[in-house]
């Protein structure tokens, strides 16, 4: 009971800094925030409920005819009101094939950052605590990384499943080949972000009054070091999911990525890309337009969120 009083507090007590820092005002009083916000959740929602929303099952191949292919969007000359926005060289509506190809990369997307932050807060909180040759050892390892874009590790580290994995076992599981390759390129931020905070607060009263009665060092980092430094996070994961989301579209659309048998974004907009000068934009138009307003709008709310926590802006 007790343990779930503590809880209950802190909750209270980070809802009251929420309230005093005047987040949820500054929120409603920001147009791109709001307008923001709402494009990513609608992107999202459809998206998760394609299923459901979605005209047809671009993966289907009963449902398909080849007579429907290369339909124009409905508001030109030729084109089928069964197919809002066309159809691609298959006969797959665009509409549902951005549908299904957005819950695709939303996943990716998610998943590797939630892989990236817990590794990327693991590593932080350790090398800021411990220190030493531990703290030096991680960090050198972070800056070596720092030398290299996050396209590139990505791009390796699929390269290397490719030369080491049978092609048929590696079509199987090449979405968790590149969240893991995603996952693992993008993780210093979090390090160093984490590692610099822990540094300021592990010197404060707060930890060595739990250092005096006997805490472990586990003890210490995760539950009263943990809650201070992860605000700052939160603001790095959703400016990251953006990153995320354009990486795997990247590797897709340069053959690398996902297998066109699960196709996302980037591999809707490489298929079409084949067929733009021949007349039929509307095939990589439309995928991309959808992945230019998830990117945009999640970078905009990560910006935002990020001024609103800035205690330098408060």
Do not use: C
């Amino acid at each position: 009971m007790e343990n779930q009083e503590i809880e209950r507090g802190r909750i209270a007590d980070f809802l009251h800094r929420l309230n005093d820092n005047d987040i949820w005002w500054s929120f409603w009083h920001s147009p791109v925030a709001v307008l923001s916000a709402a494009l990513a959740l609608f992107m999202i929602f459809i998206s998760v409920f394609a299923s459901v929303i979605a005209p047809f099952n671009p993966f289907d191949l009963a449902s398909l005819d080849l007579m429907d292919s290369s339909l124009p969007p409905v508001w030109q000359s030729g084109g089928d009101p069964r197919f809002l926005l066309g159809t691609d060289d298959q006969g797959r509506d665009i509409l549902s094939t951005i549908l299904y190809g957005s819950r695709i990369s939303l996943l990716v997307g998610f998943v590797s950052v939630i892989f990236s932050l817990i590794l990327g807060v693991g590593l932080g909180l350790i090398s800021g605590y411990v220190g030493g040759r531990t703290d030096a050892i991680i960090m050198r390892i972070a800056d070596v990384q720092l030398s290299f874009p996050a396209i590139l590790i990505a791009l390796l580290l699929d390269g290397v499943a490719r030369t080491l994995l049978p092609k048929d076992v590696h079509s199987e599981i090449a979405i968790y080949v590149m969240i893991f390759a995603i996952a693992v390129s993008g993780w210093v931020q979090y390090a160093r972000t984490v590692r610099s905070m822990v540094m300021t607060e592990k010197v404060k009263e707060y930890v060595q009054a739990g250092q005096v009665i006997g805490l472990g060092q586990f003890t210490i980092m995760w539950r009263h070091i943990l809650p201070n430094v992860i605000g700052p996070v939160f603001v790095i994961g959703t400016l990251h999911l953006a990153l995320a989301i354009i990486i795997e579209a990247t590797l897709s659309f340069l053959g690398v990525g996902l297998p066109p048998t699960t196709p996302s974004l980037g591999t809707l907009i490489r298929i079409g890309n084949e067929y733009l000068f021949s007349g039929e934009w509307w095939i990589t138009i439309f995928p991309g337009a959808a992945l230019v307003a998830i990117a945009l709008s999640v970078n905009l709310f990560g910006d935002w969120l990020r001024d609103a926590i800035n205690p330098k802006l408060l």
